[in-house]
């Protein structure tokens, strides 16, 4: 039996803004123990017997930011693909266009287990016999949902109404009277968003009840330009074609209208941090109630959350508040508010403020940027490079350059000379040269770039070559 | 006649925490017209007919930077001393020095009016009217004292139940019960620490209610190193001298017990923007009643105080609250409890927190240093040296040092050698080589410093000349 875990990392996450960014999503939050959600969604699927590959269905921009996290806990060389979308299109364009890539690599009969990449699951023995009972009835030809055991009355998840195996109904959000009917009834499961069955078995049940979307998605996935190299498979989905798939989720798209549902009950420490207070409540509680992460100073504070990963937080007399700060904005929200901060990201976003797309820290496939300051003539830098990375061959008209080390070496090339930068050696680079910056070490180069002149911007860059492919992009 | 308006520049100013702060305390808080209330005070002075010289008594620590708020507004170039204790020692101290001071230069005769430096006086003519009565009563030879008719039922400020200019009694902070018997009285005034006097009526009183204290702060004058040039004295008193005075209040030490008190009763627009709320009012509010400055996105947000110098904040389903954003540290305080957060000053004073005595930005002598980041072995200033200013002929053990300037001409010493470096250029201070950097031009130089080393901490720094007298401080 072929087993491929398809991970779905898509969605912002903006109730967890302003961690979570558009180019920051929720899957790369990382929690105390120093793994992200889509690290720990990596090894939850690393760890099952008999697993094949591990693919993961992403937005490109997403690409090398992913990449970046599975190579950190990727030590036993799993093999991964990437089925990078131009943009999100929603769970049924996702997992089928995915069920084409496996049918076609690894025949029919492959089973496939599609995973989220934000959710936490405490109990990794417990989710790994709910997914060999999956895998058993997904073999015989079973839609396989995971139902979760309700912890609460929820009104913000989908349900499952099932009679052992057997699934009776999907029911939408409901309102509190029922969640509460729900949560002491023995027959009602939260809809996970996990599902496992064989790549046939969901291609007949596409055909059968959104025939558009399978045949759309065929279509996408042979126009797809496909790269591979050092054990990774990228499919590079192609906008034009892929804006012709219909946005659906696969839940309405097939697993309510499917005859062949089936649902494995399990209780295995699940919980989605839907939110801040649901994020504060992975850490322990103070005396007075507060979950409190980063250097804060609380006085006749109680019940709040409060998160720093820069920088002071105090408060003084307030009850039930969260509190977030990074290094460019801080949040306060009442908790009983907290959905709505999806409105201030949603309202950050259509005036393009800078803080609903990116972090003051840029990641990049060679490693990261972080802006330190910007003035009038002049934007400071430091520049992280990962061992053996380069940045591409490039040149820009209308700035200058200091590049100051201050560790690691970098091998750098100005106009035709090619020479070694050592820590606490700098050099420059003038506009209109041709440049490039590589880390030829073995450990990271973190460097300090000025640069001077009348324009700044990102986009004046003009690239002649670059490792990964991006001579032709914007970024 | 002699008139010396006397300015107290003392008090950290502990409730407008965090942008109060011990190095940079509440008279130096700009407000929107970009004036701060220190050089509203200085202004208010300069525009009094008559006035002879502006005194300032202030901590030593704070001169170059009071000096720098003065020369910004004084363009009729007005005499300017300064007394400089070495801490604080209360009211009746400074004023008692600077009795001496005023004695010694003006004669006995010269009025000297006191004021405060964190105030706001809105109607200036007003204020003039009131200070003409007041030096025409410490002419006859009163202690006059400024009485502001109160706006409100005020529990924070002392009162003083006057008959006309007659002093009948001085009142503590009274209790709510009572504040508004006195608000509804025609006879009760705030106390507002500011009094008009002849120096010689001040020393005779002092002699009589608090010997002590008169004759240590001559002492302290007498032994004080005074240095003159360019229009400003600069007293500087000496530490072991200075902590032989009592630490007293005016009020306690002398008005309170003297026969020859009056009062000048005054509506003069004056507010002591004793907290955040206070702060807030001086901008128009918001359909929602919220007082906002800096960049801010709220949501469902009522009757809100919001500051920020650096970043966004955004707020949902919050009322009452105030939120004030730095770059490094965050408050949030119900407005019901804003004294309190002097205990939350006083919390990082005990802890020795940089946030409780720095900003980010550092006032120096010769212009500002800005922290942009530290790192491991590395850390990365913006430093803007103002015309013809220069740092100290200095050295350092443990560091070297990158030099790029962004904007302006910088002369730099580096061993035996001086040359220029100018806009987007650079140069390399290595550790151990004596080196100064001056601004030799007419505009501002802004330059970046990139030190490299094991150890980086300020007092890493020999001093072999400097403009500043500061080769043996710590500074």
Chains 1, 2 share one sequence.
């Not at 989220?116 to 895998?135: E, M, R, Y």
């Not at 802006?371 to 490079?385: A, H, Q």
């Amino acid at each position: 039996m072929k087993l491929i875990a398809t991970i779905l990392c898509g969605g912002v996450g903006s109730r967890l803004w302003p961690i979570s960014r558009a180019l920051h999503p929720k899957p790369f939050i990382r929690l105390k123990d120093g793994q992200s959600l889509l690290q720990k969604a990596f090894l939850r699927a690393a760890q099952l017997s008999g697993l094949t590959e591990i693919l993961t269905v992403t937005n490109r921009d997403l690409f090398f930011k992913t990449e970046d996290e599975f190579r950190e806990v990727n030590l036993s060389k799993i093999p991964t693909s990437f089925i990078l979308e131009p943009f999100g299109r929603n769970t049924a364009a996702a997992i089928a266009t995915a069920s084409h890539y496996v049918t076609t690599k690894h025949g029919h009969d492959a089973i496939m287990l599609v995973l989220t990449a934000d959710h936490l699951i405490d109990d990794q023995g417990a989710f790994q016999d709910a997914i060999s009972k999956a895998i058993e009835l997904a073999t015989a030809g079973k839609l396989v949902t995971l139902g979760i055991k309700p912890k609460s009355p929820e009104t913000g998840y989908g349900y499952i109404e099932a009679d052992g195996n057997n699934v009776l109904r999907f029911v939408e959000k409901p309102p509190l009277k029922e969640a509460q009917e729900y949560f002491t009834s023995d027959q009602f499961l939260w809809n996970s968003g996990m599902f496992c069955f064989m790549a046939d078995t969901m291609q007949q049940q596409l055909e059968q009840h959104c025939p558009d979307i399978l045949a759309a998605t065929k279509n996408c996935i042979e126009q797809a330009l496909t790269t591979e190299g050092l054990g990774i498979t990228q499919i590079i989905l192609d906008a034009n074609e892929f804006k012709n798939v219909r946005d659906n989720s696969i839940d309405y798209a097939v697993m309510e209208k499917s005859n062949r549902m089936a649902v494995v009950p399990c209780d295995i420490g699940w919980s989605d941090i839907g939110s801040w207070s649901g994020f504060g409540k992975l850490s322990e509680p103070d005396a007075e109630g507060n979950h409190v992460q980063g250097d804060a100073l609380l006085h006749t504070t109680r019940n709040c959350t409060i998160y720093s990963n820069d920088g002071l937080i105090s408060t003084v007399g307030v009850d039930n508040l969260i509190v977030i700060k990074t290094p460019d904005a801080v949040l306060v929200v009442d908790k009983s508010r907290e959905q709505d901060v999806k409105h201030i990201y949603a309202e950050l976003a259509a005036r393009d403020h800078t803080s609903h797309k990116l972090h003051c820290t840029v990641h990049c496939p060679w490693g990261t940027y972080t802006v330190l300051e910007e003035g009038k003539n002049f934007k400071i830098k430091r520049i992280e490079v990962k061992p053996g990375a380069s940045l591409s061959l490039q040149m820009h008209h209308h700035r200058s350059e200091h590049w100051i080390v201050v560790s690691g070496t970098a091998e750098v090339t100005n106009g035709e000379q090619v020479f070694y930068v050592k820590t606490n050696e700098s050099t420059y680079i003038p506009a209109m040269h041709k440049h490039r910056l590589t880390n030829p070490g073995l450990i990271k180069l973190v460097m300090i770039e000025v640069q001077s002149g009348d324009y700044l911007g990102e986009d004046d860059i003009v690239r002649f070559k670059d490792n990964y492919g991006r001579c032709k992009q914007e970024n």
